[in-house]
Structure formats: C-alpha cells, structure tokens
C-alpha cells in the first residue's frame, strides 16, 4: 500500500519524474556499459595471449608488434629474415615456435601464413573441411566465415596489404578448404594459408605465380631471401626467460622482442584512464540526480503537508509517512537502474557493433557481472534512500494541528 502510493505521487508529475529517471539512468547506463566492454576486452585480450611468452618480430614498437602478431588489429612493424629467426625458433630455450607471414587481405580481413601449428597452437578446431595442405588453400577463422558467407570450396581473389580498396591479385585465386569453429580468440577473424603461398604470390620464392590454381612453384630463391613477419614463441623453462632475450638482442640486433603481457597490461592501463574518467563522470551524474531527486520529493512536500497531516489524523503513524517519503526515493533509484542497465545494454551492443565494422572484433554473447550488478543496485538503492531521507525526516514530525490549522 505505501509503495503504490509512493508510486503515484511520482508518477502525479510525470516530466518532473521522468527527468529524474532520465538522468540517474545515464550514470547507470555508463557504468553497466563501461563494465560490459572492459571485460569483453580484457577476456579477448588475455584468451589470445596464452601460451605466449614472447613475440620476435622486426624493429619498431613492441606495442604494435603485439597488436598486429597476436591481435590482428593493427600493421606490422616490418619484416624480418627467415634464416636468422629460424635461429632463435631451434634455440634449446624454445618450446614451441610458431612462424607467421603476413602479406594479403580479403574484404578487411587479413590472410595470415603459417604452418599447422599456428592452429593448433589457438586451440582451434575445424567446423567444417579440411586444413589447407596446398599452395593457395586456405582455412578461415569462425568470424570471417559468419560474416563474409564464406563455405567450402570457394575462391576468391586476395587484396595486397591490409587495408581494403589495394592492387588486388587478380591471377591467383585462393580456394577455402576448411571453416574453424570460434575459439573466443583472435584467430576467429583470420584467414591462413601456408608460408609458402604468401612468399609465393609476393614472388619471394622466384615466381610469377602465373600457375593453375594449387601447383606449386618450383623456382626457389634463395632461402636467405625469404622474410616472416613475426614469431610467436613460448619459453622451455624459467631460465630461458632470463637468458634468451638477453641473448637475442646481443646476437640480432635488427630483431625487437616483446611480452604479450607486459604490453597488454600497458595497454589497459593507458585505456583504463579513459575508463576510468568516464566511470567517475557516470557518478558525478549519478550524484547530480541524487541532488534532482531530492529537489523533487522536498518541492512537493511543501505541497503535500496537509496530505500528510490528514494521513496522520486518519491513523498513519509516523513511521508509515516517513516510508511513504523513503519509497519514493528508492523507487526513482530501482526504476532508474534498471533503465540504465538497458541502456547500458543498448550501448555495449552499439559498441560491440563498431568493433566488429571497424576491426573485424566479434564480442562474446553477452554475459551480464551479477555480483557486480547486485553491488550497482545496492549503490543506486543507497543513493535514492539519500536522496530521499531529510524530506522522509521532516514529514515524521510533522505538527499535525499546526499544519491543519494552516491551511
């Protein structure tokens, strides 16, 4: 009965409370969305990094390295000699090595070289096909089949470089042999191939590459000649993460190493700034409608003292007309969270969105922090009891023969 009547003294104004709404929801909206993206990220971030202790690639930033060798998301530093990598790749510190060329694109989405244990590294299963054995086959990650409509035994011409609208190789065409299942990590929004083809169609191995579709070339260069991109290695022991990067920055020096983790982390904390400017403005708007809501319930009690009095003399106690003013700061606060959760909702699938158009990023389904949430609602609760608690105060002592004399 309290609460209903709460609710319809809100409600008797419906501008004045919606706007109250309003603007507590957009401080919500933020947080929700904010916390939505920040663990989107940091789940595909730290997901595609595992099982890698380093990245050796070509001179540059390691920032970048890490991005474009492990991410997909931005361009390579350069390249690098395959005969001096490959000196690093046998080294007894080395576990695993998984070599990578990158050269062409299709529709935005970059084609990568590798060998078998690029995929198998990932955790990657096939959903569909076969692993491409051949020159010019290709396997294509989860997201790209999704989006581009990609099925087996298609073909297609690939674009040089990795930005969309470049020369096109018009006299080679790659055949898709295979579809990935969606592994959550960057390898969903790849296509890859053998080394062999990219070296290939950039005439790295002494080609035209004006052959049918899948024969081989058999003008090698010289091994020399031949470049990578990057290598993703992972370390044999404890000791060869103290020694081995010393060793390979005295030995090659046109060669940058870089830890997946120290940059990832680097990363956050140069976006966790924005992050976190942003969540302190979500309160500071958070606080501006507590302030709103206050206004509102205290303008309207001048209004409501007879109201109130007469409830008094029907038999309400004072504790029941200090609820009645406690409820409906609660209720702007519940129904304001809950619309910001939405909107927070609507913002993180507008993002998501973005992400996927602008990088080819796919989030995950959307999975809601309910110990967060649940701490989100008790703030908002708090906020709203705040609001609300010096007009809920008045009305308990209320002068009940004073007020009706009064009026």
């Known amino acids: 009965m309290i609460v209903w009547l709460a609710f319809k003294n809100i409600f008797s104004r419906p501008l004045t409370a919606s706007l109250n709404i309003i603007i507590f929801a957009t401080g919500i909206g933020i947080i929700s969305m904010l916390s939505l993206v920040q663990r989107q990220f940091e789940d595909k971030f730290e997901k595609s990094i595992e099982g890698i202790d ?13 991005l474009s060798a492990v991410y997909h998301i931005d361009a390579p530093t350069g390249n690098i000699p395959l005969d001096e990598a490959e000196k690093w790749m046998q080294h007894p510190y080395i576990a695993s090595a998984v070599p990578m060329a990158y050269g062409d694109s299709y ?3 970059p084609m990568l070289g590798s060998d078998s244990s690029y995929i198998s590294h990932f955790g990657a299963k096939l959903s569909a096909g076969k692993l491409n054995n051949q020159n010019y086959e290709v396997v294509v990650g989860s997201d790209v089949a999704k989006k581009l409509r990609i099925n087996l035994g298609d073909k297609f011409h690939s674009t040089h470089g990795q930005e969309e609208g470049g020369e096109e190789h018009e006299d080679v ?15 969903d929004r790849i296509i890859i191939s053998n080394i062999e083809s990219v070296w290939d169609i950039h005439g790295e191995n002494g080609c035209t590459h004006e052959h049918e579709d899948g024969e081989e070339c058999h003008h090698h260069a010289h091994e020399s000649s031949k470049e990578i991109t990057a290598v993703l290695l992972k370390y044999r022991n404890p000791m060869a993460a103290m020694q081995l990067p010393r060793l390979i920055r005295e030995q090659s020096k046109n060669l940058q190493l870089a830890q997946p983790a120290i940059e990832v982390n680097r990363l956050f904390s140069l976006l966790g700034i924005g992050i976190e400017a ?18 509102s319930i205290y303008n309207t009690l001048k209004e409501r003292m007879f109201e109130l009095a007469m409830m008094r003399t029907l038999g309400a106690s004072r504790w029941k007309v200090f609820t009645l003013l406690l409820s409906e ?3 702007y606060s519940v129904i304001g ?7 927070g909702i609507l913002g993180f699938k507008f993002i998501a969105s973005l992400a996927e158009n602008e990088y080819q990023m796919s989030f995950n389904q959307l999975t809601l922090d309910f110990q967060q949430q649940a701490i989100l609602l008790m703030v908002s609760i708090f906020i709203g009891i705040l609001a609300a608690i010096l007009p809920a105060i008045k009305s308990y002592f209320i002068q009940i023969s004073s007020t009706l004399s009064h009026e």
């Open 54 to 66: 380093m990245v050796m690639g070509a001179s540059g930033s390691p920032l970048q390295l890490i």
């Open 107 to 109: 529709m935005g989405f």
């Open 173 to 187: 065409k790659w055949v898709v042999t295979g579809v990935l299942a969606p592994t959550g990590k960057a390898i």
């Open 278 to 295: 942003i969540r302190y403005l979500a309160f500071f708007i958070m606080g501006l409608s507590a302030i709103s809501i206050f206004i």
């Open 329 to 331: 700061g609660v209720i």
């Open 337 to 343: 969270y809950f619309s910001g959760l939405v909107l």
